[in-house]
């Protein structure tokens, strides 16, 4: 009788309860739906982490102060020499970079007299003396446009320079 009781017991149990093969289907699907609606979420703020990420990195722009074929001079030391500049470009780390030389290019000029002046023709003559005289112009530049510290690496990157020749003032 004892058995008869707990059988019958075992089977109000089984009923009133959740049979296993519901606990079986219920379960995986609320596991499923949870991560079907949570995904997006997830994916979505991942692209927009992503998405500030690059705009953090530099792009590569084409900024031109002289333009090919307007031979602007610059006065050597001593005021006897100039320099025939033929060409003068800049590659950029952004668009900002290149509307604010545009802005500034009268002050980015006066840098320029200012450097030539510093400078002899047998110091341009050299490669040594063109890279010192390029970095010299990329430091001017990102000075008087504001792209220091961490910011240089939006400001000029690259200098191009082509000086198509020396002349005597006399």
């Known amino acids: 009788m004892a058995k008869e009781e707990r059988r019958e017991e075992a089977q109000l ?6 049979p296993p093969i519901l606990l079986n289907i219920l379960i995986p699907l609320v596991v499923s739906l949870a ?3 949570s995904l997006p979420i997830l994916i979505g703020s991942n692209q927009e982490t992503q998405k500030g990420v690059e705009t953090a990195r530099p792009t590569e722009v084409k900024a031109v102060l002289i333009q090919p074929g ?8 001593g005021g006897r020499e100039v320099a025939v500049i033929d060409s003068l470009t800049f590659t950029v780390g952004s668009n900002a970079c290149r509307a604010a030389i545009g802005e500034k290019k009268d002050e ?3 840098a320029l007299a200012m450097i030539f002046l510093s400078k002899e023709r047998s110091e341009l003559s050299t490669t040594a003396g063109q890279e010192l005289l390029k970095r010299q ?3 001017a530049v990102n000075i008087i446009t504001g792209f220091v510290g961490d910011r240089e ?14 002349a005597s003032t006399e």
């Open 153 to 166: 690496k939006f400001g000029v990157l690259k200098v191009f320079l082509y000086i198509k020749a020396f």
């Open 137 to 139: 112009i990329r430091e």
């Open 13 to 18: 149990r089984r009923r009133r309860g959740i």
């Open 70 to 77: 307007t031979n602007q001079t610059f006065l050597l030391k």
């Open 108 to 110: 980015i000029m006066d």
């Open 35 to 37: 991560v079907y609606f």
